[in-house]
């Protein structure tokens, strides 16, 4: 990747990292109404709170919405209204927008979520994975040289899994630092998530990243992705549920998914 297409990307995947975590801690702190089927019917639109310049999960701007958008707008055809984007970046932004929907929550069957937010049907399956140079001869984690060092995102869980199994790591602050690390060979191998690596291989066709199933087995390194709905009554919830069940069978998601470079896997 070239500096300057490095420059260009990063300010809108950074922004990403922390909308949907930071959106289900916002959302909890607004007012208290259920928001009804009736109501959206009534109002004819589903607003989705998504971030304006982080592509591939959305943007406001340019030649592709982002896949949350895509997936927004057919959950929304399914329950027979249209999709209004509210775009937010800050605290303030998401108490003030109102969401019916945000995109991409991890849901964990041993967690609870925060201020009444309920999670969907899952739809995907995601997680951490090793990624390395088309280049590399790795295999595995094991196979690293003990000064071959694992780029990881500053203060994760699997920065605290690696260090403790005696792996070298360089912490990032970004996962898209990560993998420009890696593909300028500062790094050995990228402990980041699948979203990342399949964005960033359908803009570098030339050089693409190899994934290695290094954490498959960790159950704290792997979790299902759904929708996350704002105090939602039973019927809307329901249909949400059935909207998301549609589209997993007809294969919508997939191709959604595909056209940012993202493979669809089942959740578990």
């Not at 109102?98 to 995601?126: E, F």
């Not at 912490?171 to 060979?185: M, Q, S």
């Not at 249909?239 to 089942?266: C, S």
């Amino acid at each position: 990747m070239t500096r300057a297409s490095s420059a260009a990307w990063k300010p809108r995947y950074r922004l990403a990292r922390y909308a949907a975590s930071l959106a289900l801690l916002m959302l909890g702190n607004m007012s208290a109404d259920a928001r009804s089927l009736e109501t959206v019917i009534e109002r004819g639109t589903l607003t989705l709170c998504a971030s304006p310049n982080a592509l591939p999960f959305a943007s406001k701007s340019g030649p592709v919405p982002g896949f949350q958008i895509e997936l927004g707008e057919k959950i929304a055809q399914q329950l027979g209204v249209k999709l209004t984007r509210e775009w937010v970046v800050s605290a303030i932004q998401y108490r003030r927008a109102d969401c019916d929907l945000v995109l991409d929550v991890i849901a964990r069957k041993d967690a609870q979520t925060p201020g009444g937010v309920r999670v969907s049907r899952p739809y995907h399956r995601s997680g951490v994975v090793l990624a390395v140079r088309s280049d590399s001869k790795a295999s595995s984690l094991a196979s690293l040289g003990s000064d071959q060092r694992v780029g990881v995102p500053v203060g994760s869980l699997v920065s605290m899994t690696l260090a403790k199994g005696g792996t070298a790591t360089s912490p990032f602050v970004y996962e898209d630092d990560i993998v420009a690390a890696l593909a300028n060979r500062e790094i050995e191998a990228a402990a980041v998530t699948p979203m990342t690596v399949g964005w960033f291989n359908l803009q570098h066709a030339d050089k693409p990243l190899r994934l290695i199933p290094a954490f498959d087995n960790d159950q704290d390194l792997n979790w299902n992705i759904a929708a996350g709905l704002l105090r939602p009554d039973d019927k809307l919830q329901q249909r949400v549920d059935a909207a998301i069940e549609a589209l997993l069978a007809d294969g919508t998601i997939a191709r959604i998914y595909a056209r940012y470079g993202i493979e669809l896997k089942p959740p578990q």
